[in-house]
Antibody
């Protein structure tokens, strides 16, 4: 059974750094067909993809937040960590982690987000 | 970066109706298009991948089509549990990107 669970602070202050952890089970972070993405959703708004880490530690980021984001994984702990610096009230959102499954023939190429965590609401306020 | 645009932003329908949601990409994404359903207060669920392939356990009343830049999601014979928000997402290239969502509401 595949599960993902986000953990981290519920409240952060402006300018602080947010650190979120995604703990996975039911699959290995070393599987070459899989990665983990982070996605966020401000209240009442659309989904926004933030970052992805692949089995070989290859990272990808959304363009306009690239300078503020870092994604990494610890395969032995089955955890993926996202840090976001210089938090702003506009970063208030539910943050989701999701398994990124590469369904094509190779280890890259087309993918889907086939399993999601329940989400973690992060509020940025002083 | 690839921009995804959905239409309409919302629609009203009744139980048993058939509805179609459109998603357009700002450049070709071949068939690398996924659809998700999100119920209020819940995480999204994968419905369709590669434009037309149903994810495991998804009812056959959901169907997807399209290629290149134009895609559609059709829900035939709406059921109460189908009233939700639907998102398209491209996986042609990173950064991955979602459409802005289409809310299907009860008429």
């Amino acid at each position: 059974q595949v599960t993902l669970k986000e953990s981290g602070p519920v409240l952060v202050k402006p300018t602080e750094t947010l650190t979120l952890t995604c703990t996975v089970s039911g699959f290995s972070l070393s599987n070459t067909k899989m990665g983990v993405s982070w996605i966020r959703q401000p209240p009442g708004k659309a989904l926004e993809w933030l970052a992805r880490v692949f089995s070989n530690d290859e990272e990808s980021y959304t363009t306009y937040l690239k300078t503020r984001l870092t994604i990494s994984k610890d395969t032995s702990k089955s955890q993926v960590v996202l840090t976001m610096t210089d938090m702003d009230p506009l970063d208030t959102a539910t943050y989701y982690c999701a398994r990124t499954f590469y369904y094509g023939a190779g280890s890259h190429g087309p993918s889907n987000l086939d399993y999601w965590g329940q989400g973690a609401l992060v509020t940025v306020s002083s | 970066d690839i921009q995804m645009t959905q239409s309409p932003s919302s629609l009203s329908a009744s139980i048993g109706d058939s509805v179609t949601i459109t998603c357009r990409a700002s450049q070709t994404i071949t068939s690398y298009l996924n659809w998700y359903q999100q119920r209020p207060g819940k995480a999204p669920n994968l419905l369709i991948y590669a434009a037309s392939n149903l994810h495991d356990g998804v009812p056959s009343r959901f169907s997807g089509s399209g290629s290149g830049t134009h895609f559609t999601l059709t829900i035939s014979s709406l059921r109460p549990e189908d009233f939700a928000t639907y998102y398209c997402q491209q996986s042609f290239t990173t950064p991955l990107s979602f459409g802005q969502g289409t809310k299907v509401e009860v008429q």
